[in-house]
């Protein structure tokens, strides 16, 4: 342990989620994308525009607050009220993305962890017929800096 911490010290410097987070940032900016940051606390309300009320399984997982307020279990609520006035200001397609905690009430092993790390990328404006190919393009690139190479998309439907 004492090598290892060693190492750490005089080699490394920052942990390796800190590394990776910022060769994450820079990619992302460097092909357009704007970084933005959004409240770890958020109102309930941002739940239920998304779906999310007390018969949805995600509902259970929230850290509730006082005065109906929770932290944020996804990133999604508050970029894509973010997103809403940029649409209507910034020519698009428009490109933001936040990396950021979220917090869930998930099940305890080694595997899951109620704070985590999220990365949400989102580009909106593009021409249907071009949107599964940017997608796979933009998901290469976070796979790439990730150093995952064994993946592939799936298509599902969301109703």
Partial sequence: ARARLRKFREDHRRPAWCLLESR??????DAGFVQVTTPTIMAGGNLQRMGIDKSHPLFSQVFWLDDGKCLRPML????YYVLKDLLRIWEHPVRIFEVGSCFRKESKGSQHSSEFTMLN???MGLPVGSRRERLQMVTDMV?????ITDYRLESTSSV
């Fill in 143 to 147: 796979m790439v800096e990730a150093g």
């Fill in 24 to 29: 994450l940032v820079h990619r992302l900016v």
């Fill in 76 to 79: 999604a609520p508050h970029l």
């Fill in 121 to 123: 990328v989102v580009e």
